[in-house]
């Protein structure tokens, strides 16, 4: 009984040794063959046989598909940074990532991987498109510490070519509506030797999203990147026609740096030129200085801003406005030149009517003949005296006791507002003489009929005093201190005038003082006539659509 049991346990452990072997046999033999292939085919040898068989009879002169279907290439752009935007130069410069994808089905391989990720090395075995950028001026390939380029093959032959690229390209713009401007700045490229019915350009991700710009990309100082349009041209020449793709970068310029720099100082320099209408207009140099300084300033502010811009033939916006400025800056000089003239032309004629009316007083000449005849007549009288002197002789005791008399009675009579206080009767009463008293009677009265004169006309005073100083001795010796005092009294009446008989009528008040009449409507015109410029100025500019359209939008 015991050894059946033991032959039983023997042969049970047998089969289960059998059993489990089958099973391994049969784990093994149900093990995919792909796993093992791959496992053995991961080693570098495998990919080196790889690429050199797709190498083998490659012909990289020839274009995909070569007399076949059309090639089709595909493009996106990422920017990595967008300017600067250079307006003298009328171009742009930006980084960018250059992606082209095409289909190449002699690249094709059976390999172990989806994609092989393959450096710079390979680009130059393998065709790739002629691609160039229809209006840059200036690219660059990044070849720090290698050449920045990505490529790239999938198994089914599809490859992806990535390139690192500086562009500066062409911006054509517009300047007329500066510096309230914006502009579509274009970056066109395409194939540069196979035409459409070859090969052709499309957009990876569609229109809308092949070009990638981030915000962070933007370096620009003097714009705003406000978006980007793209389009698809077809261009004709006599080598046939091509695709061009194009992608409008749309800019509008910031406005701070030409307030600052431009536009403020313009309009100071206006208000400043007009502060010369408040100043005197007889302060000549200072009015002279404010309109020179002015102009000069302006002058400066005009050349300082066209640096800024290109040599255009058209006048921009900022040209309209510092040319209105400078008109006016310009205008309150010439206003000044015609205040002055004016001023001038005024106090020439009031001087002119000054002398005209000087000219047309009354005035009697002195009548030499009247001076004659008065002469002779005293001549006349100082013979008779001479033949009555020795009948006066007896008398002379009495002559002098009246002569006493009349020095103790007579007071000095002082004239003051003209002759009419002086009369014959006084001085006729005062004389001892009867001949002497006709010869002052007749001087008072040939001094009160002598009509005022101006002050350059002389006074008959010289005949006065000739006709009591030609006598002979014996009226000095008769008159004694009698004759010096008809003399004063001749004196005084010749000399005591009232002025405003003598005097010319008061002169008109001086017209080169005070404000002008120019300078009060210039005050209102200037200041109005500037303010209301400005607003039309920027009402106009500020709600004027300045963006430049694209052309595929046109």
């Given at each position: ?183 579509a700045c274009p970056l066109k490229f395409g194939s540069y030797a196979y035409p459409k019915s070859e090969m052709i350009y499309t957009w990876t991700k569609g229109p809308e999203q092949s070009v990638e710009v981030p915000e962070e990309s933007s ?336």
């Amino acid at each position: 009984m015991v050894s059946a049991k033991e032959l039983v346990i023997a042969m049970s452990s047998g089969l289960s040794i059998t059993l489990l072997h089958f099973l391994c046999l049969a784990t093994c033999v149900t093990e995919p063959p792909g796993q093992i292939k791959k496992e053995e085919k991961l080693w570098p040898e495998n990919f080196t046989s790889i690429l050199n068989s797709l190498l083998d009879g490659y012909d990289n002169r020839l274009r995909p598909g070569f007399g076949g279907p059309v090639t089709e290439v595909k493009t996106d752009i990422y920017v990595t940074s967008f300017g600067p935007v250079s307006d003298v130069e009328m171009e742009y410069t930006m980084d960018v990532f250059f992606r082209q994808t095409w289909v190449d089905k002699r690249l094709k391989y059976d390999g172990p991987i989806e994609i092989l990720r393959l450096n710079n090395m390979m680009v130059s075995k393998v065709w790739t498109p002629d691609t160039f950028f229809r209006n840059g001026k200036k690219s660059v390939s990044h070849n720090m510490t290698a050449p920045n380029k990505l490529f790239r093959i999938m198994r089914n032959g599809t490859i992806l070519y990535t390139m690192r690229l500086t562009i500066s390209a062409e911006c054509p713009m517009r300047l007329v509506d500066f510096p309230m401007d914006g502009h579509a700045c274009p970056l066109k490229f395409g194939s540069y030797a196979y035409p459409k019915s070859e090969m052709i350009y499309t957009w990876t991700k569609g229109p809308e999203q092949s070009v990638e710009v981030p915000e962070e990309s933007s370096s620009l100082v003097q714009y705003d990147l406000l978006g980007h349009t793209v389009s698809t041209e077809t261009v004709k020449s006599i080598t046939g026609e091509y695709v061009v793709m194009t992608v409008y970068f749309h800019l509008r310029r910031k406005m701070g740096y030409f307030m600052i720099q431009t536009y403020i100082p313009c309009i100071m320099t206006v208000i400043l030129s007009q502060v010369s209408f408040w100043i005197n207009k007889e302060s000549v140099p200072a009015r002279t200085v404010f309109g020179i300084t002015t102009v000069l300033t302006m002058t400066t502010l005009s050349i300082s801003a066209r640096h800024s811009l290109p040599k255009v033939s058209y006048a921009t916006a900022m040209d309209w406005f510092i040319a209105v400025c400078f008109a006016f800056v310009f205008s309150a000089l010439i206003e000044f030149a015609a205040v002055n003239y004016f001023t001038n032309v005024q106090m020439e004629k009031a001087k002119r009517k000054t002398v005209k009316s000087l000219l047309e007083f009354p005035v009697m000449p002195v009548k030499r003949e009247q001076c004659t005849e008065e002469a002779l007549m005293t001549t006349d009288a100082n013979s008779n005296v001479r033949k009555r002197t020795n009948a006066m002789a007896q008398s002379e005791a009495n002559v002098g006791n009246r002569t006493d008399t009349a020095n103790s009675s007579i007071q000095p009579s002082v004239v003051t507002q003209g002759s009419s206080d002086i009369t014959p009767q006084s001085l006729s009463a005062s004389s001892p003489n009867p001949f002497s008293r006709l010869n002052v009677s007749e001087t008072l009265s040939s001094a009160r009929a002598t009509p005022p004169a101006p002050p350059s006309t002389p006074i008959l005073t010289g005949c006065i005093t000739q006709h009591t100083t030609t006598g002979s001795p014996s009226i000095h010796h008769l008159l004694g201190s009698r004759l010096e005092q008809i003399q004063t009294t001749a004196n005084t009446v010749g000399t005591s005038v009232k002025p405003s008989a003598i005097s010319p009528s008061p002169a008109p008040p001086a017209s080169g003082s005070g404000t002008s009449k120019i300078d009060k409507y210039a005050r209102i015109l200037f200041p109005v006539t500037f303010g209301a410029f400005n607003m039309v100025y920027w009402v106009v500019y500020l709600s004027k659509d300045t963006m430049e359209k694209s052309e595929s939008l046109m």
